[in-house]
């Protein structure tokens, strides 16, 4: 599986962006699809996953009401929409496949399999 993420970019506080991730390569229609993200000197945290087939969504607290994950099964893509947008959620965001789909571990990245690129996300204050 390929992973092409984009979308990203420099936002003013309280702003929005949508972050695309686009799967090539094998279908995920079984798999779990997540978005992390990780700011200079902080491990990789979880931001939001949702479940291919059923759709699904799981989030991290702090993004909670202000951002939404989705998927477009047509495009085979995975949508971050981010508003409220906060200083401290600048970070380079990556998307990311688990194709085992275990709930209790998509929190975790050695969970996932596959990984795109990354993008970065900067919030002004």
């Known amino acids: 599986v390929q992973l092409q993420a984009s979308g990203g970019g420099l936002v003013q506080a309280g702003g929005s962006l949508r972050l695309s991730c686009a799967a090539s390569g094998r279908t995920v229609s079984s798999y779990v699809m997540g978005w992390f993200r990780q700011a200079p000197g902080k491990e990789r945290e979880f931001v939001a996953a949702?479940?291919?087939?059923?759709?699904?969504?799981y989030y991290t607290d702090s993004v909670k009401g202000r951002f939404t994950i989705s998927r477009d099964n047509t495009k085979n893509t995975v949508y971050l929409q981010m508003a409220s947008l906060k200083p401290e959620d600048t970070a380079v965001y990556y998307c990311?496949?688990?194709?085992?789909?275990?709930?209790?571990?998509?929190?975790?990245?050695?969970?996932?399999?596959?990984w795109g690129q990354g993008t970065q996300v900067t919030v002004s204050s």
């Open positions: 949702v479940r291919w087939s059923g759709g699904s969504t």
């Open positions: 990311a496949a688990d194709p085992r789909t275990i709930l209790t571990m998509i929190r975790f990245p050695s969970s996932y399999d596959y």
